[in-house]
């Protein structure tokens, strides 16, 4: 009898480990999941820069070449550039006594991209090709019916202090960085002016675009030198220039290359000094004034990121669709 119980026991004891062994994951299986929860991890893992501060990118910003387009001669690439020339129409940008008027100054930088790029192969798409205004969630839509494209919106920078000087150009989503380290490396390169550096800012224009999309400052038209450098047709066409340089090499972007990815300044939560508060004063009085859908020079229409745009009319004061 006693032995039957003792038979009994250690049958159960295996039978116990049987089940334990089944109900346990392969060796295989936990690998798996580790590696499926690291992946997780990663995507997850998207650091958000610190305003204020120079941040240098991540290698979550390292660009990867675009495969649909070649990177030296080859088949038309099938990338479109949507050109945007920064106001229009009775949206003349700038502030209030601005001698030279941005509206045409970015017209023509934006024609003569057009061109150049034209020529390169590229297709491009004007969201204006004249002095008329287009309403920035129109600019927008453009950008984003192009699911290949890319988005370059030119501007000129306008600010109180006479002495602001230099150039900028502005970006969003990481995936725009590398193509405003491209432009930004070539057209600072190329210029007299300043380098005030790549921002990262929620302008309307560029938070809004589902395609990379960059704002590019190419001086300062209250900075007396910079106004009579804009005035240059050969200035202009130099700036045209390098901006479709960055263009092309976009795609070859990167710390150990020959265009670097650039440190970037995050400006989502702060304010440049030189040119926000001209910004602020002309939003509160175009408030005051009744019309069509204007939004405050791009820039200035998003400062606070709300993505409402203002529907107030411009006064002749600082950079209404920005």
Known sequence: ???????????????????LAVALPSQQDMVDRLHK???RSRTRATPTPTATRTVAPSSNYRSTRDTSEPASGGSRPSTVVVIDAGHGGFDRGGIAGQRVSEKMMTLDVAQRLRTILNANGYRTVMTRD????????TRVAIANSYRNGIFVCIHFNSASRRGANGIETYFYSSQSLPLASAIHYYVAHAAPSSNRGVRRRGYYVLRRTTVPA??????????????????????RQSLAEQIARGVRSRTTVASNESVPLQPFIDQTRVHDPDISGSKHRSKKASSKKKGTTVHKKE????????????????PATKK???
């Open 1 to 19: 009898m006693r032995a039957r119980f003792s038979s009994f026991i250690f049958a159960c004891g295996w039978l116990s480990v049987a089940t």
């Open 37 to 39: 929860d690291e992946a």
């Open 130 to 137: 004249s002095d008329v205004f287009i309403p920035l969630g």
């Open 214 to 235: 960059v704002l590019v400052e190419c001086g300062f038209l209250t900075n007396p030198t910079e106004a009579q450098y804009a005035q240059s047709a050969t200035y």
């Open 299 to 314: 820039k200035s229409s998003s400062d606070e990121s709300s993505g409402t745009p203002s529907k107030k009319k411009k």
């Open 320 to 322: 209404s669709e920005d």
